[in-house]
Structures are given as structure tokens and as C-alpha cells.
């Protein structure tokens, strides 16, 4: 439906749904997702030139 680049932005909404927020398991309340699923510093250098918004 879907590629991985966009699953690590939270810019790019799924079809059906927005990836703005997320609802973390055992919490009720919805907060803002984060970029590279919270791992920026860890893993943004992988992504580093690509265009997210185009390459999923």
C-alpha cells in the first residue's frame, strides 16, 4: 500500500490514515510521531539526500 521510506516520516500519510500521531501501547492518549520512529540520531544519516516525501 505503502513503502518503508514513508513509514519513518510522519509527513507522509498512509492511504487511509494520518502518521502524524501515534497511540503507543499501554498509553490512551495520542502524541506527535516522530521522525525515523523516534531513532533520528541513530539512523538519519542512512536517509541522508533521499527525498522521503517521493522515495517509498
Known sequence: EYGFY?????????PRWSQA?????G?????KTLMFNGYGDQVASLYKGMDLRKLY
Do not use: G, K
Open 6 to 14: 514513508s513509514n519513518v516520516n510522519p509527513e507522509v500519510d498512509h
Open 21 to 25: 500521531t501515534e497511540r503507543r501501547i
Open 27 to 31: 498509553e490512551f492518549l495520542r502524541r
